[in-house]
């Protein structure tokens, strides 16, 4: 049995049964222009330009090609018409359709198909960016992005689950034969880090992990912004998919309360009491549960014009546990992008609690680029560490570093798609982590909030070492996997720069 069940399913109809196509997928295609005029080229005509209809048509374009090939060898080979359909289906070689539909995809992609006869397919791009895993047995076959859907609906152990490899596509032909074949050339894998840090499910063995060492690793830098006062300090998180995130913080602060234990029983080694021991051995990270969503509030389905003022009103706080000008109020969030949650709702909530000072930590490095493989970030402007970038810049006296880059942009546009280089980069190499950060903090302050507040960002050597197979970090280094990626990163800037507010793919 092979079921496809995807949210967005597209079909190319055809009189004959196994011309039949309907595909689905997670995909983003960065070159999009190029293979639509590579199907004008060829005489077709797509009903539109998008990378659905453009794969659509590209792979149906080289399904007519092997369907009419096998056609025409068994029909010259004196097989009679009602047998060459079963011959067709039979013999049908899908592997090599893949191969020659893809050879000039740019992008991240899981994608799959059905041809009218029974065979389908779900085909992983090269550099493995987007998550694909596989079970199958003597009864059915199934593919999925994440390993616990197919662990909860087949009730299978995690052993039995394989990561379908980049460049390679499940192949199942409609009398049940099932491989894994290669279909283009890997690359180095760069899956996509945002699995980890937000997407997946938190269920999966390895997310959770990841996303737990994603907190622990920020142990460290958020107890030397506290100076070690953890007596005076409230840790919580916000929204409730950082939770995971925060165990991990909690374990990273509690080892650096032990080595402050052990150094105390060193340093009073001898004159210890027990009243004394025991008061050392008591210190603990003080974990509150201070930000509650309101789940009758449904804020997004809210017009624009209402949300804002609805999110404010969708959160609730716990009065009485923060007190009053004393602590300090750390809360974990998985990531911080736009930043403007932050500043119209989350941190006027908090203030409610009038803690000393807000630290907003995010488990996530901060987003500077954008992403063209399968999440919807192509907008310069829509990021705050942008933003922050910006202004920056307009403080120091320093924008004509933005049309210098504006003018390497320029003149990369014409290049050959191998040659262009993130000309953006070296702007963000302009101040450093901290100093965007700092600004990104003045930015997010609402208005009339008379509390200091404080962002502390994951870096990208702690996302590195949280989650070690997960190397996909481009929306924060801007190290793109394919071409079509620093061209993308190019365009969004001149759009930014021309005042164009649209997508740069």
Not at 101 to 122: E, L, N, P, T
Request: overall charge negative; aromatic content about 8%; charged content about 25%.
């Amino acid at each position: 049995m092979v079921s496809i069940v995807l949210n967005l399913v597209i079909l190319r109809q055809n009189n004959w049964i196994s011309r039949n196509l309907v595909l689905a997928g997670n995909f983003n295609l960065t070159n999009v222009d190029e293979l639509f005029n590579n199907l004008l080229s060829i005489g077709q005509y797509p009903k539109e330009k998008s990378d659905t209809v453009t794969v659509l048509e590209k792979i149906g374009h080289y399904l007519d090609e092997e369907v009419e090939s096998l056609y025409k060898k068994y029909r010259d080979a004196g097989h009679e018409n009602p047998h060459v359909n079963d011959m067709i289906f039979k013999n049908l070689n899908v592997q090599q359709i893949l191969e020659n539909s893809a050879r000039d995809f740019d992008g991240g992609y899981v994608m799959a198909g059905m041809i009218g006869h029974g065979d389908a397919f779900v085909m992983r791009d090269p550099g493995g960016i987007r998550p694909a895993y596989y079970y199958k047995d003597d009864e059915v076959v199934v593919v999925a992005s994440e390993r616990p859907a197919i662990q909860t609906t087949f009730n299978v152990h995690i052993s039995k689950i394989n990561e379908l490899p980049p460049a390679h596509a499940v192949i199942v032909k409609a009398d049940g034969r099932c491989s894994i074949e290669q279909f283009t050339e890997p690359k180095d894998q760069t899956s996509c880090s945002f699995e980890s840090i937000y997407f997946s499910r938190g269920t999966d063995r390895d997310i959770y992990l990841e996303r737990k060492k994603l907190g622990e690793v920020l142990g460290k830098r958020v107890y030397k912004s506290l100076k070690g006062d953890l007596d005076n300090t409230v840790f919580s998180f916000i929204p409730n998919t950082a939770e995971t995130s925060f165990l991990g913080l909690i374990k990273g602060l509690e080892s650096q309360l032990n080595e402050l234990k052990i150094n105390q029983i060193r340093k009073e080694n001898g004159g210890l009491t027990d009243e004394r021991i025991t008061e050392i051995l008591n210190k603990r990270v003080r974990v509150e549960k201070l930000i509650v969503k309101d789940a009758k509030l449904r804020t997004f389905i809210a017009d624009d014009s209402s949300r804002d003022e609805l999110v404010a009103h969708a959160y609730d706080v716990t009065y009485g546990i923060v007190r009053n000008h004393v602590d300090t109020l750390v809360l974990l969030d998985d990531s911080i992008v736009r930043g403007t949650t932050l500043k119209k709702s989350i941190i006027r909530i908090a203030a409610r609690l009038l803690p000393k000072k807000i630290i907003i930590v995010s488990a996530a490095p901060q987003i500077r680029f954008p992403d063209c493989y399968g999440i919807d970030m192509s907008k310069m402007n829509d990021f705050v560490a942008f933003r922050a970038l910006t202004q920056l810049l307009r403080e120091d006296k320093k924008e004509h570093l933005l049309h210098a880059t504006y003018a390497r942009c320029k003149e990369n546009e014409n290049l050959p798609v191998d040659e262009i280089q993130n000309q953006v980069i070296e702007l963000f190499n302009t101040y450093s982590q901290e100093e965007i950060s700092k600004k990104i903090a003045e930015i997010v302050k609402p208005e009339g909030i008379d509390i200091d507040v404080e962002v502390i960002y994951q870096s990208i050597e702690g996302l590195h070492e949280a989650c070690p197979n997960r190397k996909g970090d481009w929306y924060f280094s801007g190290h793109y996997p394919t071409p079509g990626g620093n061209r993308v990163v190019n365009r969004a800037f001149m759009n930014f720069m021309e005042g164009v507010n649209t997508r740069a793919y």
